[in-house]
């Protein structure tokens, strides 16, 4: 299953990076596009390589006309799990802005086997509004925005100075974020490596672009742009989980080329520094957790407490101990319904009071009925499915621990139980796609009942003291592209057995 997470878990990078140089404007329901006629567009094709191997093509194209410009972005990208047959996702950009640089509107469709999510924004005046799919809603707050035209405006006033600095939307944060870009001219010579990959378009290009965005107080590396003397982006350099990503300009002929599968499933996993045994996993465990950024700090849980130690953080984990200190019931903050957990979907309403109806149960009661419910409703096998919503979870009964991590809170806020999604890695003692004692990304709920914030996992099966959690949200995808960008250099250096305290309860 976990599998799946990680190949999913590049996919949203790739979708998230290969969108920021991109847009296009919202349309009708039904219109194919926003371009009025062919001959007065431009379009440019890009192949997507990931460690060499093409795994996508994207198609940018881009329209002016007396009181606005327009870009429309789709990208295509093939992905395979381990004996399942390859697919396809597409993700759609559209902004559209006056052609003075006022941004209006943008647009982000994304489409799996599974899933499809819109997600929208326009300016009203200086005002943000957003909308998930749904009504558009005000977003406070928020810087405006600059939108592809006017970024490339931007670029040629600020190239000679070396440096812009300026705020971009992104679909991925669902915010406005602070962006730097560097300017470097190609004159000086390239690496061989470079040289190798940017010979066919090094007579043009004139630009090197190093974009850093500002998240939790650092400025952290999105990409690099190669862009020609009219500052129009025609390569673009990544990386993710130690694995280069390139999008080079593509031909006719290179568009005809066959595309290679994605299935990078061996990305994510955290090598155990030692065998865990079954009796550790049912008491309790000690890690060491190294290479995190240093902003970031382990969340305290009800079966969970963190201490920093150098640089680095000793967490503990245990089965059946209360390990951090009791907190008031979060009512206002983790009953909430929203676009990724829609509790008060009549479909969540129907099960919890088929399953719990009014009978005056104990939380913790309620929520193994509702995990048992997950369990059973959702596939055996775990399928890809683009972070489909709770709602769409549901529906389908497809997807993987993620799917069932969203289902599961949302049930818990539909039957009134304060609930949050935990992403985290869980260790596997046995075989997993070829690999053992490794620590696989996961997703599992934590649901507060009554008195402490208590774990459940519908995925996977009871939670063990191998579940360390990396973070707590609401079950936003962005929430899950932060957890990406942590395990790129996280590692376990050290797990120690400890005894508890607490006897055993079950």
């Not at 949302?410 to 935990?422: F, K, M, T, W, Y």
């Amino acid at each position: 299953m976990e599998g799946r997470v990680r190949s999913r878990l590049l996919v949203l990078v790739l979708l998230a990076l290969v969108a920021s140089c991109a847009a296009v404007p919202p349309h009708a329901a039904g219109e194919d596009s926003f371009i009025p006629a062919a001959s007065q567009a431009t379009t440019r094709w890009q192949k997507l390589s990931v460690d060499g191997v093409p795994v996508g093509l994207r198609k940018l194209v881009s329209f002016c006309d007396d009181t606005r410009c327009s870009t429309e972005q789709t990208l295509r990208v093939q992905i395979q799990q381990p004996g399942e047959a390859a697919e396809q996702t597409e993700t759609r950009l559209r902004y559209v802005e006056a052609r003075d640089g006022r941004p209006l509107q943008a647009t982000k469709v994304q489409q799996s086997r599974a899933a499809s999510h819109r997600l929208a924004i326009e300016y009203r005046g200086q005002r943000l509004w957003l909308s998930q799919g749904q009504a558009f809603a005000p977003v406070a707050g928020q810087a405006v925005a600059q939108f592809p035209h006017q970024r490339q405006r931007l670029f040629a006033q600020h190239a000679k100075s070396g440096e812009l600095l300026t705020q971009e939307w992104s679909f991925a944060q669902q915010a406005v974020e602070a962006v730097r870009y560097r300017f470097t001219p190609l004159n000086a010579p390239l690496t061989q490596a470079l040289s190798t990959a940017l010979t066919p378009w090094l007579t043009v290009l004139r630009w090197k672009i190093s974009k850093d965005v500002q998240r939790q107080g650092a400025w952290q590396r999105s990409a690099i742009y190669y862009a020609d003397g009219d500052f129009t982006v025609l390569a673009q350099y990544s990386e993710s989980a130690g694995q280069s990503m390139w999008l080079l300009p593509c031909d006719e002929a290179c568009r005809a080329e066959p595309l290679e599968a994605m299935s990078h499933v061996y990305q994510r996993l955290l090598r155990s520094p030692y065998r865990i045994s079954d009796q550790a996993l049912n008491g309790k465990v000690r890690y060491q957790l190294r290479g995190a950024p240093s902003h970031w700090q382990p969340p305290g849980t009800g079966q969970q407490s963190v201490q920093k130690e150098g640089n680095d953080w000793l967490v503990t984990v245990c089965k059946h101990c209360e390990l951090a200190s009791p907190e008031a019931a979060p009512v206002d903050d983790y009953l909430g319904a929203s676009y990724w957990l829609p509790a008060k979907a009549s479909a969540f309403a129907a099960v919890v009071d088929e399953l719990i109806g009014q009978a005056p149960i104990a939380p913790a009661v309620k929520m193994q009925r509702l995990t048992r419910f997950v369990s059973a409703h959702m596939d055996d096998v775990a399928t890809y499915s683009g972070y489909a919503t709770a709602l769409q979870a549901m529906e389908s009964a497809q997807g993987d621990c993620t799917e069932h991590a969203l289902m599961l809170a949302a049930l818990a806020r539909a039957a009134g139980i304060p609930s949050r999604v935990v992403m985290g890695v869980a260790y596997n003692n046995e075989r997993f796609l070829g690999r053992r004692f490794v620590f696989v990304p996961h997703m599992w709920v934590e649901a507060w009942t009554g008195e402490r914030w208590e774990n459940f996992d519908s995925a996977l099966g009871p939670f063990s003291a191998g579940h360390i959690a990396l973070a707590v949200s609401h079950g936003d995808q962005a929430d899950f592209l932060a957890m990406n960008a942590l395990l790129d250099g996280l590692r376990i250096v050290s797990a120690v057995q400890l005894k508890s305290r607490v006897a055993d309860t079950e």
